[in-house]
T-cell receptor, first 111, second 114 residues
Framework: GNSVTQMEGPVTLSEEAFLTINCTYT??????LFWYVQYPGEGLQLLLK?????DKGSNKGFEATYRKETTSFHLEKGSVQVSDSAVYFC??????????FGTGTRLTVIP | DTAVSQTPKYLVTQMGNDKSIKCEQN?????MYWYKQDSKKFLKIMFS???????INETVPNRFSPKSPDKAHLNLHINSLELGDSAVYFC?????????????FGPGTRLTVT
C-alpha cells in the first residue's frame, strides 16, 4: 500500500540553524512526492515537489531529493528564519487523485 | 485571485444542528476533495469527487455529504452535528490525469460544535 512516515515533532531551532525533517514512504508504482507547509491559521501550501527518482525539489531555500533507493524525501534548509515556523507535511501522490499525508511536523524557530 | 476559496472561515454551532461549508475553485480542475484536520494536525481525506465518481472514505459518518452543483463547487453538508465534528475542514482540488498529482488547498473552515 501507500503510506508516508514523517519525523515526529515538535522541532525547535534557533534562527540560522540547519533544518532536516525526515520523511520516508512506501508506494506502489511511481509516485510523486511533495512537501506542504501550513503557516499558523492558514491552509496548506505546496512548498516543493519531485516527480521522479533523483529529482530535487526546491523553493524558498528549502530542498528535498527524491531517493528511490532509500524511499526517502527529507526536507532541508541551511539557515532557518523565524518566518519558517509552521507545520510541514510530507505527501505522496499516486494515480486515482490520491494524496497520502504524513502526520505533520511542527517547526518553531526562535530568534 | 484566490484559487480555492471556502466559506465561512469560522463556524460555531450547537450540537444537533445542520450546517454547510462551501468551496469554490477557479483553477478549472475537475476533481475536488474534502479533508478533516484534527487538533493534532492530522489530515484525513473524507471525499474525493469528480463528475464521474464520488469516493467516500469508509470511516466518514453518513451525516456528512458532499454536494456539487457544478464542476467548480463542492460543498460539504453535515447533519446532526456532534462535538467530535469540531475540527478544521479543508477543501482541495486537482486536475485528473495530471502527471504530478498535486492538490491545491483552500484556507480552511474552523468548525466548533458546542
Amino acid at each position: 500500500g501507500n503510506s508516508v512516515t514523517q519525523m515526529e515533532g515538535p522541532v525547535t531551532l534557533s534562527e540560522e540553524a540547519f533544518l532536516t525533517i525526515n520523511c520516508t514512504y512506501t508506494a506502489t508504482g511511481y509516485p510523486s512526492l511533495f512537501w506542504y507547509v501550513q503557516y499558523p491559521g492558514e491552509g496548506l501550501q505546496l512548498l516543493l515537489k519531485a516527480t521522479k527518482a533523483d529529482d530535487k525539489g526546491s523553493n524558498k531555500g528549502f530542498e528535498a531529493t527524491y531517493r528511490k533507493e532509500t524511499t526517502s524525501f527529507h526536507l532541508e534548509k541551511g539557515s532557518v528564519q523565524v518566518s519558517d515556523s509552521a507545520v510541514y507535511f510530507c505527501a505522496l501522490g499516486t494515480g486515482a487523485n490520491n494524496l497520502f499525508f504524513g502526520t505533520g511536523t511542527r517547526l518553531t524557530v526562535i530568534p | 485571485d484566490t484559487a480555492v476559496s471556502q466559506t465561512p472561515k469560522y463556524l460555531v454551532t450547537q450540537m444537533g444542528n445542520d450546517k454547510s461549508i462551501k468551496c469554490e475553485q477557479n483553477l478549472g480542475h475537475d476533481t475536488m476533495y474534502w479533508y478533516k484536520q484534527d487538533s493534532k494536525k492530522f489530515l484525513k481525506i473524507m471525499f474525493s469527487y469528480n463528475n464521474k465518481e464520488l469516493i467516500i472514505n469508509e470511516t466518514v459518518p453518513n451525516r456528512f455529504s458532499p454536494k456539487s452543483p457544478d464542476k467548480a463547487h463542492l460543498n460539504l453538508h453535515i447533519n446532526s452535528l456532534e462535538l467530535g465534528d469540531s475540527a478544521v475542514y479543508f477543501c482541495a482540488s486537482s486536475q485528473e490525469g495530471s502527471r504530478f498529482y498535486e492538490q491545491y488547498f483552500g484556507p480552511g473552515t474552523r468548525l466548533t460544535v458546542t
